[in-house]
């Protein structure tokens, strides 16, 4: 127990609009962590309510609220969180009270005494409506059928990760989705456990069948990294050369026509569509690849992140931090 809980926790939670659940979480937190070192993480994703007065009136010396300076989504604000996070193991939850800070302890000591880098939650029981649970039932399906990840519930936001594997996520998008997947993806060792799952405490849900065309999206964007990054011309490649082949095979069709048989086929759709096949071939070949390279050569080798941080707010303990 003593090696537990000498390490350092960083417990990140994104937060849009949970005025009314923070001050709870946050008490629900220090009684679970009872011994424990740790801080708490809060991460302001622009809320529109009082969820901002809420963290600084805690007036809490472990409690860090980081202020976004627009609205960026669940995985940015989890990725400034984790990429401000001091612990040894950092721990992510939403801000919902759906999940349970009494489980963290038993999650840290399956990462640290059976030494994986990643623990996860299963939701028992889970308390959601059906709006929630379909999106997620299809994510789950897809990355058990596409991948060789066999996780039951990728949905789950409790989470224990190793400092090493957190600060190596790389987080774009709205890539919280698929956590589990990019962990497994830099070589992680994966342990789910069961959790408890509660109805939301307050405030409301803001996810809805929209997500099962985002779930599909970034699937198809992961699969993409997953095998074709370090050779992306066996993807682009391969439809390029398909098309130019497809567009030469028409066009040699045509010149035979023509000075085989004297046909004038100048006016014919068909030479069009061999021209377009062999010009939009190039372009996949290309402009395609390029492109993508230069999205993900933009935001890693110059180790630029794609959020602003207005302030870090800490209590007592340190100054806020403008940025």
């Not at 439809?239 to 095979?249: E, K, Q």
């Amino acid at each position: 127990m003593a090696t537990i809980t000498n390490k350092l926790l960083s417990v990140v939670i994104p937060v849009y609009n949970e005025q009314d659940n923070v001050a709870l979480l946050t008490q629900k937190i220090h009684e679970s962590l009872k011994g424990y070192k740790y801080e708490i993480i809060f991460v302001n994703d622009f809320s529109t309510d009082q969820t901002l007065k809420a963290i600084k009136a805690l007036k809490d010396p472990l409690v860090h609220l980081i202020e976004l300076k627009k609205n960026y989504g669940q995985s940015l604000a989890l990725a400034a969180g984790i990429d401000y996070a001091n612990g040894d193991y950092i721990i992510t939850m939403d801000g919902d009270l759906q999940n349970d800070p009494s489980d963290i302890p038993s999650m840290l000591k399956v990462a640290i005494e059976e030494d994986f880098d990643l623990v996860t939650g299963i939701r028992q029981k889970r308390k959601d409506s059906w709006l929630k649970k379909i999106p997620s039932k299809i994510a789950n399906f897809l990355v058990r059928k596409i991948t060789s990840l066999d996780i039951k519930d990728n949905g789950c936001a409790l989470k224990v990760f190793s400092k090493d594997i957190a600060k190596n996520l790389n987080l774009y998008g709205e890539m919280h989705r698929f956590i589990t997947l990019l962990a497994f993806l830099e070589g992680a060792q994966i342990k789910q456990v069961p959790v408890k799952h509660h109805a939301r405490h307050a405030g409301q849900s803001k996810y809805g069948l929209e997500r099962v065309f985002k779930v599909i999206a970034d699937m198809l964007l992961l699969l993409f990294i997953r095998k074709y990054l370090q050779r992306p011309i066996h993807l682009f490649g391969l439809f390029g050369f398909v098309m130019i082949s497809l567009g030469i095979l028409i066009n040699a069709y045509l010149l035979v026509v023509k000075f085989g048989f004297g046909e004038d086929i100048g006016q014919r759709p068909l030479l069009i569509f061999g021209l377009m096949l062999i010009l939009a071939g190039v372009q996949v070949f290309t402009i395609g690849l390029v492109m993508e390279m230069l999205i993900r050569t933009y935001y890693e080798s110059q180790q630029k992140r794609p959020y602003r941080i207005k302030k870090v707010h800490v209590e007592k303990q340190a100054s806020s931090k403008e940025v």
